[in-house]
């Protein structure tokens, strides 16, 4: 056996060798090139603070993470202990209080400082004194609020109200109280650290004044006359029971109970007021009441929209202000409500056919009649044609044309709707005005005058001729 290679010339051996040689240092280049690295960029930080002596495992979020070799806790490095592109994973180092911003090092570069990288090194806020301990109910009351650990403050409530406050120093607070039902509630400031604890220095009381948690009915005629029940507290020796600034007279029955009758007023929704020598209650949702009659609807645009729903509906009508709900067909969706007289909506999905919509408020809900119907899709009628001959009243589309209404075509197409124009030869009515038959004949549709004519009128009766073998029944489009 000969060896090739030898046999060849020494200066084609060369080449070969040096062609060999190329194709593989192509190839290394190829298959070792590394992949172009992106710089890190952190967009995330949880969580976001802890103790100055550090030990936190914090879990920062972002792209370009992999390879993270250190991570800096503002100049303070830190090791980490999980990398993935979008994910490192590290215990902060001990850090002086305050915020510290959080930079990813990687070999292709350090991530920039951001506001979405920021870890504050401090402890759990508390609260040690307020000054005052108490306020009347309507609120509006400067609280000095003393503790520690309130720098980066993002919120102070009141009982679970918010309230309006501004951070002096790491130890005080002056925030303004929110009105708030008669009673002690907890004051509590929300930090990156988390909330402070329920503690007796945490303790503010409302004092004095009525509060209302509920008004039976919700809603009464403009004309008054409603005796409405008021439920809540602080009503032992109330004077006066105001309906959107016209008073009148309670009946105590209890400190949580009064009884009263509604006065007149102008249509519209108004705020109930207990009137007490302690104060006036503070207004809420809870003591809402809505003037006016029961709601009705006298008009729908459009009155019509797709089965697959987004149309969007102007409701017509009276009655609407305080509405809770508006239902097509029974599903509730959120309407706006404009006026007392106009409601925005935007139609659900629902099944083809014609649905009631119906408005409920405060004083009951709208009746079903004819002005409410919407219809989803497009409803069909159906005619039965015999052998030959047949007398048909037309309760379909007003106008609608004969050749297109006989072959069942619209958009979007209705499958529910069949094609007869191969078997119907000939449409005949009778014109009383002028005493004579006309027709009309599918196969002359495109002659100039070779019909009488061309479309449908709703209600007038036609004898349509047919060639098809038994019974037929024929369904078109009815809106």
Known sequence: MVDSTTSLPRSRKWFSLRIALLAGAILAVVVLRPAVATSPVVTG????????????????????????ITVSFGGTLALPVFVSDGTVTVFAPPHIPGPAAVQVNTPSGTSPVTAFGTFTYGFNAFISALSPVSGPVGGNTVVSIFGGGFTGATGVTFGGFPA???????????????????????????????????????????????????????????????????????????????????????????????????????????????????GASVNTLADNYVYGQGPAITGLSPNTGPASGGTSVVITGSGFLGATSVTFGGTSITGSVVSDTTILVTSPAHAAG????????????????????????????????????????????????????????????????????????????????????????????????????????????????????GTITWTAIAT
């Open 354 to 469: 014609v649905v009631s919509i119906r408005v409920t408020t405060p004083l009951g809900t709208s009746a079903d009649t004819a002005a409410d119907n919407f219809t989803y899709g497009s409803v069909t009628a159906s005619y039965t044609l015999y052998f030959r001959w047949s007398v048909v009243v037309w309760n379909g589309i007003e106008g609608a044309d004969i050749l297109t209404a006989l072959k069942g075509q619209e958009t979007p197409d209705n499958l529910a709707t069949n094609n007869v124009s191969a078997i119907v030869t000939a449409i005949y009515r009778y014109n009383n005005p002028q005493q004579h038959f006309e027709g009309f004949f599918p196969n002359g549709a495109g002659i100039p005058g070779a019909n009488d004519f061309a479309t449908f009128s709703k209600g007038q009766s036609y004898w349509v001729a047919s060639n098809g073998p």
């Open 45 to 68: 930080i949880t969580p976001s603070g802890g103790p100055t002596t550090g030990g936190t495992l914090v879990t920062i979020t972002g792209s370009g993470l992999t390879g993270a």
């Open 164 to 278: 309006g406050f501004v951070v002096n120093n790491d130890a005080s607070i002056s925030a303004l109280s929110p009105a708030h039902p008669s009673g002690t509630v907890q004051v509590v400031v929300s930090t990156p650290l988390g909330l402070t604890p329920n503690t007796l220095a945490a303790n503010y009381t409302y004092t004095g004044g009525p509060f209302v948690t509920a008004v039976t009915p919700a809603g009464g005629p403009a004309s008054g006359g409603t005796l409405v029940f008021i439920s809540g507290g602080g009503f032992t020796g109330a004077t006066s029971v105001v309906f959107g600034g016209i008073g009148a007279v309670p009946l105590v029955t209890s400190d949580a109970s009064i009884t009263v009758v509604a006065p007149p007023h102008p249509p519209g929704t108004v705020d109930i007021t207990v009137v007490t020598p302690l």
